[in-house]
Nanobody
Framework: QVQLVESGGGLVQAGGSLRLSCAAS????????MAWFRQAPGKEREFVAAISWSTGSTYYADSVKGRFTISRDNAKNTMYLQMNSLKPEDTAAYYC?????????????????WGQGTQVTVSS
């Protein structure tokens, strides 16, 4: 059974930084795609970034490109999202997701496994 556990959320001022972590267990993730999504109150869940565990190739939403960096640590089975230059509009619950595959994908419906989420609040 795949388990994904997010951590690292919190309250930060605009312009600040946070690093989210997603600890994965239950499988060998060498041929998985993993991603971050977020959902703000009253809004639909949206794609943030994705990474291929095998190739390391990445894919970002335009809204975070240049500010956020997705990465993974194979030895720790952990994915990260480094978020810099945070804006109030980045406030949301952030979720990690995983699915077998090689090519990073922004389509949330292809991801079979999801974490419980971690809250990020950016104050102005």
């Amino acid at each position: 059974q795949v388990q994904l556990v997010e951590s690292g959320g919190g309250l930060v001022q605009a312009g600040g930084s946070l690093r989210l972590s997603c600890a994965a267990s239950g499988r060998t993730f060498s041929r998985y795609v993993m991603a971050w999504f977020r959902q703000a109150p009253g809004k639909e869940r949206e794609f943030v970034a994705a990474i291929s565990w095998s190739t390391g190739s990445t894919y970002y939403a335009d809204s975070v490109k240049g500010r956020f960096t997705i990465s993974r640590d194979n030895a720790k089975n952990t994915m990260y999202l480094q978020m810099n230059s945070l804006k109030p509009e980045d406030t949301a619950a952030y979720y990690c997701a995983a699915d077998p595959g090689v090519v990073p994908d922004r389509n949330q419906y292809r991801y079979a496994y999801w974490g419980q989420g971690t809250q990020v609040t950016v104050s102005s």
